[in-house]
Every structure is written in structure tokens, then in C-alpha cells.
């Protein structure tokens, strides 16, 4: 055995056969430092126990990160030198933190601020769209415009951002002219009890059913297969009930709301004198006057006020002027106090609902006989020149006094605007060659200030006196009224005349174009600007330059972008206004502004992101120009000091 271990202990093993491993002076190296360092002559080797070279791991070529061990991890915690950095970085990290903490809230402080917006009522924000029904659209061919028709409709509302709705009261009497004086003769005698709606407008179902669709929220998805969604959105609309509360329908002035009798008939008293208030009702409205005096009728006025404002939940209700016989002077007064209570009875349903609308249906020649700011803060003015402006050419000054007329201590202007009207004794919608442009008077009703009140087919330059049927399109008889094929029905429509190729809805959306926009167009270019803060709650600027006849006014919300409102009312077709704006309004407008819109026709790029330099500007005759410029950290008491002193420029 010995043997065979010396045999096998002798064995060569060839030099071909060797790999050399390490080269000459390599270094061992482990996690704690060299090992062994080797050598081909077989010198003595410096080597560490068989653990340690178990150990033993190749470096790599970029040298692997070297951590330090628990033992030296704890020696540099307990050092001080150490803990006293450590505190440092930490003081100096709180300290910082609390230097920017107090330098936001000195920069808050001292920064200008936007004020909390104002709260705007729905009917403060919105255009409110009035609509005789029997003349808006027959959906049922018996030649009657009715509810349904008018629910046909709610797309065009949609497109021209109406979503107030104010039904006239023809709904009670669509055959008898219970709405508004028209041609001079008094309403039929019917049993009209101002609740139950002629049935040839529709049922109650029908105008539940109404209700509802307007009330409805959310939105209605539609896939449309293959390729994209398409997104029908259904916003909340408003509707508001015309309800003659004030007056009789009976010419003899023995009945009142439906059959019942009066305590007394109601004498003529225009026999008495023409002047006297109640005279002048009975010329403007048609009707004669009830009196509130009379406990019984005020009570009556509160039932149909309560049914229709919590009963059927409309939005709103629009009442004419309550009178009360005051039996010393033999005449009549305005009732301020059935004013009071319908508002105290207005405010009341509110607390159990949402924000209800009470307005007055007051026709302008009686307009001059109300004193108090109240009331005629809930009556819709006109923006016409009346009584000795009335057949006047108007002009930038006449337009600018008209206006200013209605300014109050808090320079606000009238809260409802009236465009149209389908009285005669108004005379509004009768426009002679010497009146605004229908454009102009958008425009101002749409942008000053206040709930603008559009009469239907005002957007596409209806005359409801002459033409009282809504024009859809010029291709019938009905032009889009009615399909009705009965000759009684189609006669009816020749008793009005009208130019279809000019005056329908079909026809004005075919004229749209930058070049040249149709009425139609440019309402609903109005309709959008509108919503922008400033024309919500922006303060107003009132302005004009009699030289070359510009009339101009501001909207700046503090905060938002800001807007000028340029009509030039040169009729020469050569005098165009070369003007400076920061000279006409004292420096209140930028320098560099942006052309936001402009009527008949676009002189300038319309673009939010080109400039232009408000000193040098060339305004056409007969045009509407409307600039912006970027929101202005401006206090509130800055800009109506400012809107103070313009006041008076003209």
C-alpha cells in the first residue's frame, strides 16, 4: 500500500498540461483587503487561512462599491463632529422651509386678489326667449302652434344657448288674443280662469310631459358604430308663465278669472279722463283694471300664483301691473302693496324650492309712472328711443343718454332688456331708416348688462305684427309652421305676408359667413361671447365720441379677460373712425388687444394669439367691432371709479 503511494506521489504531470491561474504578482483580493500575492519561482507566499480564500472573489473591472461595515457604521454615528453636522443640515432644512412658508403667505396677502364672484341667479346669466305657442309651430296639422311644437324645437334653443323659456299667456286662449294687444280689439269673452290651458294647445299631460324633458340632467350616449362616440348632453331649461293677474278679460267689467262675478262691474274710465292711470291701462293693455282693494281678488291672484309656481314647478311667472281703486279721488294708484305681498309670497315658495322668477309685463308708455327702483328693477325695458326720439335719426350721443337714463347710484343698468314686442301702442320692432340696425340693438341688449328678453323670431328680423306665424323655412305656404293640408287651415296663412327668401330660420343659417353674417348668426355669435365673465358680472363702461360718432362700452371682471364694444353709426359709407382707444376711455383699454368679432365683415385676423395696437385702429361706418385683451389684477373699487368718470363724456 506504501508502495502504490509512492507511485502515484511521483507522478509528473507535463508543462503542456499546466494553466496558469494567476499571473506573476497578482493580488488576492477579498471584501477585507489582499490575501496572497503569488509567484512562479515558488517563493514564500503570504497566505491567509483556507476561510478567508474561500472567500475570495474576482474585482470587478470598475471597481464595486465598498460599504462600510456595522462596526465603523456606528463609530460614525457616535461621533460628534458628525452629530453636529447632522443638526446643522437639519436646522438649516426646517429654517428654509419655514422662510418660503412665510414669504407665500406675505405674497398672498399682498398681492392683488380677484374678488369672490358675484351669485347670479339663473335668469340673471341666461337669455330668456319668449313665445306666443299658438304662432311657434303645429305639430298636429290643425294649422295651431302647440306645446309639442314647441318640444320640437328644443335643438334650435340648444344652438343658440336659450335655456329660459317664457310661454305668453295665448296657452290660456289661443283663438281669442287673451296674449297682447295686437290689432286694437278686446280679448273675446271666455271663460279663462288663468289655470286650465286651452286644450288646443295641449293636454295637461302634454305640459307635464314638457316640464320634465326641460328638467331633465345628465347625458345621453350614443355609439355611433364603428368608430366614435357621440355625446348628446341635456342641460336644465327654464320656463316662465305669463300670467295677466292684474286685469279682466270681460269688456264689460263684470266677470273676472272665469266665470266668476265682480262685487261691482268695473266702469270705463277713460269716460272719466284720459290721463288717469287706469285710462291709460285699458289703452296699453286692452283690459280693463281689477282692484286690489278688494281682499277676494288678491286672494284669487295668490292661488293661481301658488299653482303655478309650486303646483306645476315653473321656474317663473311674468304678472302686468296691479292697480287699486282709491275711492277720495275717484282714480286709480299703482298697488305697491300687492307688489310687496306677491314678492313676500315669491320668497317663501323659494325657501321650500329653488330660485324662482317674478317680472312685470308693463308696456313702455306706462313705464313713466313708476317710481320705485324696485319695481322697475323686475320690468324689461326697451332700448328704443321714445317720445320725441322715437322718429329722430339716432345717434352715438342720443344712443349714449338713452342709456345713461337708466343709470342708478350703484351704475347699474336696467336688469331685463325687451327686444320686440307684439303691441302696437310699443312700437318697438318697427324700425324706420333712421333706427339702430337690428345687429346694433343685439348686440347692446345681448353685452351691457342685464337678462336680454327675445321675442321669437327677433333672431331672424320677424315682424310679429305684420307676420305673427315663426318662419322655419321658405318653402310653403306655412313656411315650416305647420304640414296642415285643410283649406281653412292654409288660409289662415295668407292672411300674413312675408319675404321667405330673406326672413326664415332655414334661409339665415344658409347665409353665415365670415364675410357676411346673417342676423341669425350674429345672435348666436353674441349668445357665446355673453358667457364669459366679464359680460356676467363685469363692471360697465359707458362711452361716446361725437366726432366720429362711435358709441362704445366696456366689460372687465377683475381678473378675466376684458372687452370693448365698438358700434360706429356713420351712415356715409367713407367715414370710417380712426381712433386711439387708450385716448377714447382713458387709457382703460391695453395697448395690445385681440379681434374678437366684428360685423358686416372682418377687417382684421380674428385670433387670440395676434396682436393688435389699440392706438391705431380704422373702425368701418355702420359696423359692430368687439376687442378683448388679457385678464388685469384689477381691484374692484379701481374699476368703478373708473366706470364713474366715464359716465359723462358725452
Given at each position: ?31 477585507v ?26 474585482a ?13 457604521l ?12 447632522r ?32 351669485h347670479l ?6 337669455i ?19 306645446i309639442?311644437g ?17 310661454f ?32 288646443s ?7 307635464e ?44 267689467g ?40 278688494d ?66 309685463d308693463i ?7 313708476i317710481?320705485?327702483?324696485?319695481l ?10 321714445s ?99 285643410t283649406?281653412?287651415c292654409?288660409d ?5 305676408s ?6 326664415s ?57 376684458g ?10 359709407t ?22 374678437e ?14 396682436h393688435?395696437?389699440?392706438d ?17 389684477m ?8 373708473r ?8
Amino acid at each position: 500500500m506504501s508502495e502504490k503511494a509512492e507511485t502515484t506521489s511521483s507522478v509528473v504531470v507535463p508543462d503542456d498540461v499546466h494553466q496558469s491561474l494567476l499571473t506573476d504578482g497578482s493580488d488576492v483580493q477579498t471584501k477585507v483587503g489582499p490575501v496572497a500575492k503569488f509567484h512562479r519561482d515558488g517563493e514564500e507566499r503570504d497566505l491567509e487561512t483556507i476561510d478567508e480564500l474561500v472567500g475570495y472573489k474576482k474585482a470587478k473591472i470598475n471597481k464595486e462599491f465598498v460599504g462600510l461595515t456595522k462596526e465603523e457604521l456606528k463609530e460614525y454615528i457616535n461621533n460628534p463632529k458628525w452629530k453636529r453636522i447632522r443638526w446643522i443640515i437639519a436646522f438649516l432644512y426646517i429654517l428654509i422651509l419655514l422662510l418660503l412658508l412665510i414669504g407665500s403667505i406675505v405674497l398672498i396677502v399682498t398681492s392683488q386678489r380677484c374678488p369672490p364672484k358675484p351669485h347670479l341667479h339663473w335668469f340673471e346669466k341666461e337669455i330668456i326667449y319668449e313665445i306666443d305657442v299658438p304662432f311657434f309651430r303645429d305639430s298636429n296639422q290643425d294649422g295651431i302652434g302647440d306645446i309639442k311644437g314647441v318640444e320640437e324645437k328644443l335643438k334650435y334653443f340648444e344652438k343658440n344657448r336659450i335655456k329660459s323659456l317664457l310661454f305668453q299667456s295665448s296657452i290660456f286662449n289661443a283663438t281669442g288674443g287673451i296674449s297682447l294687444q295686437l290689432d286694437g280689439r278686446i280679448p273675446h269673452d271666455k271663460n279663462i280662469d288663468l289655470i286650465t290651458l286651452d286644450s288646443s294647445i295641449g293636454s295637461e299631460n302634454d305640459f307635464e310631459n314638457f316640464i320634465k324633458i326641460l328638467n331633465r340632467k345628465g347625458s345621453n350616449f350614443l355609439w355611433n358604430f364603428p368608430s366614435k362616440l357621440i355625446i348628446d348632453l341635456y342641460v336644465d331649461m327654464r320656463l316662465i308663465i305669463d300670467l295677466p293677474l292684474s286685469s279682466t278679460l270681460d269688456p264689460n267689467g263684470q266677470l273676472w278669472y272665469g266665470s266668476k262675478p265682480l262685487r261691482s262691474s268695473i266702469a270705463n274710465p277713460c269716460s272719466r279722463s284720459r290721463n288717469d292711470l287706469a285710462c291709460r291701462f285699458l289703452e296699453f293693455y286692452g283690459r280693463l283694471p281689477l282692484d286690489f282693494n278688494d281682499a277676494q281678488i288678491y286672494e284669487e291672484s295668490e292661488i293661481r300664483i301658488k299653482y303655478w309656481l309650486t303646483t306645476k314647478k315653473v321656474d317663473g311667472i311674468r304678472v302686468n301691473l296691479p292697480l287699486e281703486y282709491v275711492s277720495s279721488t275717484g282714480s286709480y294708484n299703482i298697488s305697491y302693496s300687492t307688489i310687496q305681498k306677491w314678492n313676500d309670497l315669491k320668497n317663501d315658495i323659494e325657501k321650500k324650492s329653488k330660485s324662482k322668477l317674478l317680472i312685470y309685463d308693463i308696456p313702455f308708455g306706462l313705464q313713466n309712472f313708476i317710481t320705485d327702483d324696485d319695481l322697475n328693477s323686475k320690468t324689461a325695458h326697451s332700448l328704443y328711443l321714445s317720445n320725441g326720439y322715437q322718429r329722430q335719426k339716432i345717434d352715438a350721443s342720443k344712443l349714449y343718454r338713452r342709456i345713461d337714463s337708466f343709470k342708478e347710484k350703484t351704475l347699474s343698468k336696467p336688469k331685463f332688456w325687451q327686444l320686440g314686442s307684439k303691441r302696437r301702442s310699443d312700437e318697438i320692432g318697427i324700425l324706420t331708416e333712421n333706427q339702430l340696425k337690428k345687429e346694433m340693438l343685439l348686440t347692446i341688449t345681448m353685452l351691457l348688462g342685464g337678462t336680454p328678453i327675445v321675442l321669437y323670431g327677433e333672431e331672424i328680423g320677424l315682424d310679429q305684427k305684420v307676420y305673427p306665424i315663426m318662419s322655419w323655412s321658405p318653402d310653403d305656404k306655412s313656411r315650416g309652421f305647420s304640414n296642415c293640408s285643410t283649406k281653412k287651415c292654409l288660409d289662415r296663412f295668407l292672411n300674413y305676408s312675408i319675404d321667405p327668401s330673406k326672413t326664415s330660420v332655414k334661409r339665415q343659417e344658409a347665409l353665415g359667413g365670415e364675410s357676411k353674417d346673417s342676423l341669425l348668426n350674429v345672435f348666436r355669435h353674441l349668445a357665446q361671447i355673453r358667457l364669459s365673465e366679464s359680460f356676467q358680472h363685469g363692471i360697465v363702461q359707458t362711452g361716446c365720441d361725437q366726432q366720429s360718432n362711435l358709441f362704445w362700452f366696456i366689460r372687465e371682471a377683475p381678473g378675466h379677460r376684458g372687452f370693448i364694444v365698438l358700434l360706429n353709426l356713420n351712415e356715409n359709407t367713407k367715414d370710417f373712425a380712426h381712433i386711439a382707444l387708450n385716448r377714447l376711455t382713458d387709457e382703460d383699454v391695453p395697448l395690445s388687444i385681440h379681434n374678437e368679432y366684428q360685423w358686416p365683415k372682418y377687417t382684421l385676423p380674428r385670433s387670440n394669439t395676434t396682436h393688435i395696437d389699440s392706438d391705431n385702429l380704422l373702425i368701418d361706418p355702420q359696423s359692430i367691432n368687439i376687442f378683448s385683451w388679457a385678464p388685469k389684477m384689477i381691484k374692484p373699487d379701481v374699476l368703478y371709479e373708473r366706470a364713474k368718470q366715464h359716465q359723462h363724456k358725452c
